[in-house]
T-cell receptor, first 116, second 116 residues
Framework: DTGVSQDPRHKITKRGQNVTFRCDPI?????LYWYRQTLGQGPEFLTY????????KSRLLSDRFSAERPKGSFSTLEIQRTEQGDSAMYLC??????????????FGSGTQLSVL | AQSVAQPEDQVKVAEGNPLTVKCTYS??????LFWYVQYPNRGLQFLLK??????LVKGSYGFEAEFNKSQTSFHLKKPSALVSDSALYFC??????????????FGKGTKLSVKP
């Protein structure tokens, strides 16, 4: 168990640029989640994959955001035309779940995005 | 709207004293309840969960939580606090039906400070 890894740890970009983050889940986990966390707040759900299928998307996930999980392994989260309000910590989590929803999630350390 | 409330931004206790971190929730039906802890520069870690059954659940590092359905609360407790327990604690709830099962809803967090 090597844990959930996220890359990069930090990303500084200028407003209007596109950014892409990567998440490598624990290898046997079939579920993968993206969350966003701002200072003083709890993580907010963005989207969730079961294997390669994206099954839920939050209303927070505007059309500038897109996530993929090709082949049900790693996942990428892309933000197009970044805005200053996108500045946050982006968290990835994975879990092994089959037909129930009480499993624990394993979180990565996150990618801190700063939009200037 | 479904939500989780952690009424205290910060809890301060002396080492060796009991601690309580409060959590209440507002969701329909019978949700699953969780506590996660976040240490500085580290990802969120699972502490414990309530699914069904005994209202007192035990978790990692000597923590336990008490589920109270009538008060819709799930307070985190520990009989004797350690300085190393100082961290950010998040209560979370998951509704296992209704189309948004992927969404683990977090409270905004409570900073626990344990003084020697």
């Amino acid at each position: 168990d090597t844990g959930v890894s996220q890359d990069p740890r930090h990303k500084i970009t200028k407003r209007g640029q596109n950014v892409t983050f990567r998440c490598d889940p624990i290898s046997e986990h079939n579920r993968l989640y993206w969350y966003r966390q701002t200072l003083g707040q709890g993580p907010e759900f963005l989207t969730y994959f079961q294997n390669e299928a994206q099954l839920e998307k939050s209303r927070l996930l505007s059309d500038r955001f897109s996530a993929e999980r090709p082949k049900g392994s790693f996942s990428t989260l892309e933000i197009q035309r970044t805005e200053q309000g996108d500045s946050a910590m982006y968290l990835c989590a994975s879990s092994q779940g089959e037909g129930h929803w009480n499993e624990k999630l394993f979180f990565g350390s996150g990618t801190q995005l700063s939009v200037l | 709207a479904q939500s989780v409330a952690q009424p205290e931004d910060q809890v301060k206790v002396a080492e060796g004293n009991p601690l309580t971190v409060k959590c209440t929730y507002s969701v329909s039906g019978n949700p699953y309840l969780f506590w996660y802890v976040q240490y500085p520069n580290r990802g969120l870690q699972f502490l414990l969960k309530y699914i069904t059954g005994d209202n007192l659940v035990k978790g990692s590092y000597g923590f336990e939580a008490e589920f109270n359905k009538s008060q819709t609360s799930f307070h985190l407790k520990k009989p004797s606090a350690l300085v190393s327990d100082s961290a950010l604690y998040f209560c979370a709830v998951r509704v296992p039906y209704g189309g948004s099962q992927g969404n683990l809803i977090f409270g905004k967090g409570t900073k626990l400070s344990v003084k020697p």
